[in-house]
């Protein structure tokens, strides 16, 4: 599949009561999500907490969302590394399994510098035949890709979108204009915003929960351009957006998705469970947009 756009879960990955990878609960979640209107899925991302698994679980995980989406939506497999040798052998595998497209957010301790990271993403690039989503995240990667540096990115021929999550909606402007239709831009945080400034795709941590509601947006929003009713639904979420966000989003998630009847484990140590003082407002946030009379 190409020329992606609209709303991608970023998914959970499901665990059982130890601990492991719960293939069941996976696949369960991966039809749910589809049925609810996701239009992309976005497993290994770091909502799925992707450095607390091996390198084999990362291959099973990624296979498994691959085979139970059969083709119904695309899927781009989370291949970041800080070795660029192991992100291309990550890379590999993911288009191996039938991924449509891989996530990649830069080295994340060594710092690399720009030409560093072109070298990096072209050698991966080189080494698959699919798109390559790059990912900036400046809060937690230690390294921000400057409007400037994407540009000189997006020249490599198949990195093909980029989810831009440094949380400075003008920075979609920016992208845009240095690199035209060469590159399309997914909102990280503030998607209302981004796709005014011209996204067209949001990879969502509420889409866990709301896949349906995380489509409206986009769907109201970019293809209908509805200004007053996207502002009234953006308006509706935001206290769930604010509920995720913060460090504690994978155990805020999975907390919810327990609540809405959709149990996938708890994170991974060092992650800990929700604190119990914060379920309750968790619950009522869930409770005003109806999810939990939506329980599957």
């Known amino acids: 599949m190409a020329g992606f756009r609209g709303s991608y879960t970023v998914m959970v990955t499901p665990f059982d009561e130890a601990?492991?990878?719960?293939?069941?609960?996976?696949?369960?979640?991966?039809?749910?999500?589809?049925?609810?209107?996701?239009?992309?899925?976005?497993?290994?991302?770091?909502t799925g907490e992707f450095l607390s698994l091996t390198r084999e679980e990362r291959l099973q995980v990624a296979t498994w969302v691959v085979q139970q989406a059969a083709g119904r939506v695309p899927v781009l497999v989370g291949t970041a590394a800080e070795w660029t040798d192991e992100a291309m052998a990550l890379s590999?595998?993911?288009?191996?399994?039938?991924a449509d497209g891989v996530m990649l957010v830069p080295p994340f301790y060594s710092a690399p510098s720009d030409d560093e990271l072109v070298v990096h993403y072209r050698r991966i690039a080189d080494a698959i035949g699919i798109p390559i989503m790059l990912y900036n995240n400046p809060n937690t990667a230690n390294v921000d890709?400057?409007?400037?540096?994407?540009?000189?990115?997006?020249?490599?021929?198949?990195?093909?979108?980029?989810?831009?999550?440094?949380?400075?909606?003008?920075?979609?402007?920016e992208i845009?204009?240095?690199?035209?239709?060469?590159?399309?831009?997914?909102?990280?945080?503030?998607?209302?915003?981004?796709?005014?400034?011209?996204?067209?795709?949001?990879?969502?941590?509420?889409?866990?929960?709301?896949?349906?509601?995380?489509?409206?947006?986009?769907?109201?929003?970019?293809?209908?351009?509805?200004?007053?009713?996207?502002r009234a639904l953006y308006h509706r979420l935001l206290p769930l957006l604010d509920a995720l966000s913060g460090d504690r989003y994978v155990s805020a998630t999975k907390a919810a998705l327990a609540l809405i009847g959709m149990p996938v484990g708890d994170p991974r140590a060092p992650r800990l469970p929700l604190p119990p003082a914060r379920l309750d407002g968790l619950r009522a946030v869930l409770q005003g947009l109806g999810l939990l009379a939506a329980t599957p």
């Open 145 to 173: 890709l400057s409007a400037r540096l994407v540009a000189r990115l997006a020249e490599i021929d198949n990195v093909t979108c980029i989810k831009e999550s440094s949380g400075d909606v003008p920075r979609v402007t």
């Open 176 to 230: 845009l204009r240095l690199c035209g239709d060469r590159i399309t831009v997914f909102a990280g945080y503030h998607p209302w915003e981004s796709y005014l400034a011209g996204a067209q795709g949001y990879v969502s941590v509420f889409s866990n929960l709301a896949p349906g509601l995380s489509t409206e947006l986009f769907q109201t929003t970019v293809d209908r351009r509805d200004a007053e009713a996207a």
């Open 19 to 46: 601990g492991r990878l719960d293939e069941p609960r996976l696949r369960r979640f991966v039809d749910w999500q589809i049925a609810g209107g996701a239009q992309g899925l976005i497993p290994l991302g770091s």
């Open 92 to 98: 590999r595998e993911a288009e191996r399994a039938g």
